[in-house]
C-alpha cells in the first residue's frame, strides 16, 4: 500500500526558500503522476503543482516562476522547491497520487510559515 509523507516545512521570512519532498513508501511512484497541494488558514485546498510520470509538470499561476516540481525516481520522492516566498504561501502542504480524475493517497501534510 502506497504511503505519502511530506518534510521539509518550517519557519522561513519572506523571500527565503524552501525544498518540500514528498517521499514514498510501499509502493513505486514512478509509473504514477504525483501533484502538491495547500490550504492555507481559513481557505480551501488548491492544487498547486502537478508532475506526471516521464516528468511534465503544471504549476498554478500563483506560484509560478517561484516554485518547481521534479521528481527523482531513484529516491520515489517528488519535490517542490519553493524561492522567493511570500506570506500568503502560508499553509499545510500536501502530496497526493493522481488517480483517475482525482487523487489518493493523501499525505499528513507539512507546514509552512512565512513570516518575518
Known amino acids: 500500500q502506497l504511503e505519502l509523507v511530506e518534510s521539509g516545512g518550517g519557519l522561513v521570512q519572506p523571500g527565503g526558500s524552501l525544498r518540500l519532498s514528498c517521499i514514498a513508501s510501499?509502493?513505486?511512484?514512478?509509473?504514477?503522476?504525483i501533484g502538491w497541494f495547500r490550504q492555507a488558514p481559513g481557505k480551501e485546498r488548491e492544487g498547486i503543482a502537478y508532475?506526471?510520470?516521464?516528468?511534465?509538470?503544471t504549476i498554478t499561476d500563483s506560484v509560478k516562476g517561484r516554485f518547481t516540481i521534479s521528481r527523482d525516481n531513484a529516491k520515489n520522492t517528488v519535490y517542490l522547491q519553493m524561492n522567493s516566498l511570500k506570506p500568503e504561501d502560508t499553509g499545510v502542504y500536501y502530496c497526493?497520487?493522481?488517480?483517475?480524475?482525482?487523487?489518493?493517497?493523501w499525505g499528513q501534510g507539512t507546514q509552512v510559515t512565512v513570516s518575518s
Open positions: 508532475i506526471n510520470s516521464v516528468g511534465d509538470s
Open positions: 510501499g509502493v513505486t511512484i514512478k509509473y504514477y503522476a
Open positions: 497526493a497520487k493522481k488517480d483517475g480524475i482525482g487523487y489518493d493517497s
